[in-house]
Structure formats: structure tokens, C-alpha cells
């Protein structure tokens, strides 16, 4: 079974940076997306930043020329450095990974996520 382990997160005065990471275990093969989603209160779960097994960045209107996210030294890991963060930017923010197989023709896509991580940006 995948876990999805993320350390980083806390408060920070508005802008600020913060670095949040992404380590995956449980799994030997190699994960095709890795990103994270946030949470603010009252308010649905948007992708932030993700990046694919092949070197594919997407990221949220939002958060472009701020927020860089990239591969870990440690195969399945993802960085996402977090610069000039706003009030707007608070949110838990949750890991999530991708892997997706074909079996008898068929494919499947299976989700993986990570508990969160609280980001308070705030003076």
C-alpha cells in the first residue's frame, strides 16, 4: 500500500516562503503524477502544482511565478517551494499521487493521499 509522508507546512508572514515535500513508500514502481491539492475553509480541494513521471508541470493560475514544485533527490518524491505566500494561499495542503496501470485492456487510475498540511499565512 502507498503512504504518502509530507513534512513542512506552518506559519508564515505574508510573503514568505515555505518548502513542503512529498516522500512515497509502499510501492517500487514509479508514480505518474505527484503534486498537492489545498483546502482553504468553506472551500473545494484545488490542485495547486503537480508534476509527472515524465517531466509535465501543471500548476494553478494562481500560484505561477511563486510556487515551484520538482523532483526530490529519493525516487517518488516531489518539492513544492512555496515563495511570496498571501493570506489567500492558507489552506491544508494534502500530497497526492497517481499511478496508473492497464489490466486486460482496461485502465485504472489509482489515487493516493497524504493526511495534510497546515499553511497559515498570516502577519
Known amino acids: 500500500q502507498v503512504q504518502l509522508v509530507e513534512p513542512g507546512g506552518g506559519p508564515v508572514q505574508p510573503g514568505g516562503s515555505l518548502r513542503l515535500s512529498c516522500a512515497a513508500s509502499g510501492t517500487i514502481f514509479s508514480l505518474d503524477v505527484i503534486g498537492w491539492y489545498r483546502q482553504a475553509p468553506g472551500k473545494q480541494r484545488e490542485l495547486v502544482a503537480a508534476l509527472t513521471s515524465g517531466g509535465i508541470t501543471n500548476y494553478t493560475d494562481s500560484v505561477k511565478g511563486r510556487f515551484t514544485i520538482s523532483r526530490g533527490n529519493a525516487k517518488n518524491t516531489r518539492i513544492l517551494q512555496m515563495n511570496n505566500l498571501q493570506p489567500e494561499d492558507t489552506a491544508v495542503y494534502y500530497c497526492n499521487a497517481v499511478r496508473k496501470v492497464v489490466s486486460s485492456g482496461t485502465p485504472f487510475q489509482y489515487d493516493y ?7 497559515t499565512v498570516s502577519s
Open 113 to 119: 493521499w497524504g493526511p495534510g498540511t497546515q499553511v
